[in-house]
């Protein structure tokens, strides 16, 4: 689209509706003019203000909700980021869906080895739209609606090399201590890390692509899923994402299982073909023989997903898994855990751990979306404005409804819900 010429500019307008700030009446239009350089694109903005400001040009502050070492949040303005290389972009953080390792930074500090030690900025499940490209940046244009791989491996060393970026060591991994993440105005990030949204998703709903990707990870560990039985434990929203996924990978029974019955209504929409609540007051063995007669799984299930990182979900999991069956951890709750190993044995099960997402899952998650063979309509229960940002984590952490996102600095929400055609 571009033609990359130092002595010459094309000029480029693209108009997108944001509110265009706290004193504004109505919604309006911001103008992205970009201009080519040798080295970079530049993007400016023109904000359609009723006030003087009408035709300021000067660039918008970088909006930036920030988490302190010891749990309480601050607003504080930032410059707005830059082009860090030619292959960069900038985006224009529209949506931010909460996850649990967002809520365990707010209250705990830490995660394992990764300790809030200074002030950070938390977020990771994003989507936006582009605001400036990097000369390089092939393939995403200032304006396209993307999703956000939240992840900058190396590419250098021994995992990136086999083709395992996510177990990368020198990940920069947004919103894990010490790297900020995507609860801002703007985002930098490699343009190999931004998504096209399929037309029919909304900004909103694009913040589901990376637990998709997430589930999307979990499901190509556990093998070939055509016409096999699967378990998901976990009706969360990465346990939801997790039975449509492996619904549209042909299993021909997909139960979901959760100890609340009030988070399985919503199994059968994404796929489920059965549903199994759990009792606290049943053993592990139990409620797996509860379970398999509930599915007519009387051999036990080909393959277990396991989205909760509970105890009892695991072993009753490993109790309700096939001989020979797969077992995958995609959630993660306690570091240590006791496990009936000898049930792994004796089925020789295969039990792997997922982390993240790796190559071709983002790609596969945005495909799965592009075909409608999974339909994310429902999954965001909750909605918050960049000003509520610790009511936003309050909400999550009491367990309420199935996602919520937050929205950017800004943003006219009811724009951000509808989709682009």
């Not at 365990?104 to 200074?118: A, L, T």
């Amino acid at each position: 689209m571009f033609r990359r010429n130092r002595d010459q500019a094309n000029v480029h307008i693209r108009h997108y509706l944001f509110q265009s700030g706290p004193s504004a009446i109505e919604n309006h239009a911001i103008q992205f003019l970009t201009f080519h350089s040798s080295r970079f694109i530049l993007a400016y903005s023109t904000w359609s203000l009723r006030s003087k400001m009408a035709t300021d040009t000067h660039p918008i502050v970088n909006k930036a909700s920030v988490l302190r070492p010891g749990g309480s949040f601050y607003y504080e303005d930032r410059e707005r980021p830059s082009l860090e290389s030619d292959r960069h972009v900038i985006v224009r953080v529209v949506a931010t869906g909460l996850c649990g390792s967002d809520v365990h930074y707010w209250q705990h500090g830490r995660i394992g080895r990764y300790v809030v030690e200074n002030p950070i900025i938390l977020g990771h499940e994003s989507s936006g739209i582009v605001v400036a490209c990097g000369v390089e940046a092939s393939g995403i244009e200032v304006g396209d609606r993307v999703a956000i791989e939240p992840g900058v491996a190396c590419n250098t060393c021994n995992p990136c090399r086999s083709g395992r970026y996510n177990l990368c060591k020198g990940m920069r991994f947004a919103a894990t201590p010490p790297y900020d993440g995507t609860l801002c105005t703007y985002y930098s990030v490699p343009v190999e890390c931004c998504y096209k949204l399929p037309a029919h998703i909304s900004l909103r709903d694009g913040a589901l692509v990376e637990p998709l990707g997430v589930a999307v990870h979990g499901c190509r560990l556990a093998g070939d899923l055509q016409d096999k039985s699967v378990i998901v434990f976990g009706a969360g929203p990465v346990g939801l994402l997790c039975c449509a996924v492996a619904s549209a990978f042909g299993a021909s029974t997909v139960v979901v299982v959760d100890i609340v019955a009030a988070r399985l209504e919503s199994a059968r929409k994404y796929g489920a073909t059965h549903t199994y609540q759990m009792s606290a007051e049943k053993s592990p063995e139990l409620n797996a023989d509860a379970l398999a007669a509930t599915a007519g799984l009387i051999d036990g299930a080909n393959v277990v997903l396991d989205a909760s990182g509970a105890e009892p979900c695991i072993n009753c999991g490993i109790h309700a898994l096939a001989h020979g069956g797969t077992f995958v951890q995609v959630g993660l709750g306690r570091p240590n855990l006791s496990l009936p190993v000898g049930q792994i044995c004796d089925k020789e099960a295969v039990f792997k751990g997922s982390f993240r997402y790796g190559p071709g899952d983002f790609k596969l998650a945005i495909g799965l979306l592009n075909s409608r063979r999974v339909q994310v309509d429902g999954l965001v229960t909750h909605e918050f404005s960049f000003s509520q940002v610790e009511e936003a984590f309050k909400h999550v952490a009491g367990k309420g409804g199935i996602k919520s996102v937050i929205y950017g600095p800004d943003i006219d929400v009811e724009a951000a819900k509808q989709a682009s055609v």
